[in-house]
């Protein structure tokens, strides 16, 4: 009797045991899910925490050919310094992290693939500011002079760089009716 008892405890203690040790065992492999990146739009935000598409390889081929290489940089830079220059002073995350992902896609696809390699090295070690438009601006005015320096250029005076691209000097010119220099835009 008494060993018919002890053998049923010992038999209920293994079953027990068998059980928690099995929770155990599926607990080991439920695993919490990763943190979702939160993404806070602020500057600090830089292209490797946006993965390898923002701050991959340069993608186009070596370009060489010095007289298209200088052409397609005077294009690209109006480009750029009109963006900033048209951008929000004061915009949304969503505007900022748009900026920020369009200047690393724009270096990563820059057509003279000697060019986007070099250019990644400013943006590594000068990211975009994309806080405001004045910053954009200031700051796309700074990294076109260090490809200058690069290239043995003069540097240009970045306090000008409001009057240089800033498209408010279109509005004002049109009332005095006379031409405009942003975008070609003719007087009415
Ligand atoms: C991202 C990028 C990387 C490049 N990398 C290379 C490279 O590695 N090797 C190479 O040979 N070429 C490179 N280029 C092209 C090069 O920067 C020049 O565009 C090209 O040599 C023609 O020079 P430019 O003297 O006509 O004047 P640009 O430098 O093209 O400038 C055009 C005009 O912008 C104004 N400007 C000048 N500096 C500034 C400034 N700091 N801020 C605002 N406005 C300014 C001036 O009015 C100037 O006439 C690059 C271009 C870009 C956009």
Known sequence: ????????????????VTGFISILYIASFAQPPPPVPVRTGKDSSTAKNNG???????????????TVKAELGRAAWKVLHTTFARFPEKPTDDEKE?????VHLFQRLYPCGECAEHFSTVLEKYPPQVSSRSAA???????????????HKP??????????????????ARVL????????ELPR
Request: proline share 3%; aromatic share 8%.
């Open 98 to 102: 748009a900026l920020r992902s369009y």
């Open 52 to 66: 390898p598409l923002l701050s991959g390889h340069a993608i186009a081929p070596k370009l060489g050919n010095e």
């Open 177 to 184: 009716g006379a031409c405009c220099r942003c975008f070609g």
């Open 1 to 16: 009797m008494f060993s018919t008892r002890a053998g049923h405890r010992i038999l209920l203690l293994a079953v027990l």
């Open 137 to 151: 601006a200031m700051w796309g005015c700074m990294v076109h002079n260090i490809v200058n320096k690069r290239l």
């Open 155 to 172: 540097e240009f005076n970045c306090e000008n760089i409001g009057d240089a691209y800033d498209c408010g000097v279109v509005r004002r």
